[in-house]
């Protein structure tokens, strides 16, 4: 990656020989263990909605198909950054359409933390409207991996921050 600090570089700037560290906020790491398991979260959530209207229920099958696209699109930019990130380039995109739409605003992180809030809605939503019981049994897989990648990401991240923290005593 480049040396220089970007307006939506993820790392703290922080040159302080944490390898492992460094490697959980590259935008690669970031988008494997979170962007993408949030994009499987919106797809499976869009594909839902989509199946559960009602043909009366338009609104329903519309609002699907546009998460749907939220989800596909916030995907190709999520394994864009990957990549550029694997080719030690610098993306000139955001993460996510939400928080690409923040650079309007010079805020993408704060449109990031929004995108993160309504993918956790997504969530919950799937499980309390009961809707996680009409997912085939690939999509449920799907669901398994995404969330297991993302609490499992979660976990290392925070077992590595307490180390850390625990040595600076």
Known sequence: MSSKTSEN???SGKKDGDGIGRFFLRPFFLSFTIGIPFCVFKLLF??????????EDLFLTISGGMIIIWALTDLMMNAGRSVLDILHRQAPFEFCIIAQFGLIFHKPKVFLAIDTFLTFGIICSMLWLGWITKLTLFETYLWYAAT???LISLSLVSVHHEIRTDRAR
Not at 46 to 55: E, K, L, Q, W
């Open 148 to 150: 297991t990648m993302n």
């Open 9 to 11: 570089d993820t790392s």
């Open 46 to 55: 869009g594909i839902t909605a989509i199946r559960v209207a009602t043909p």
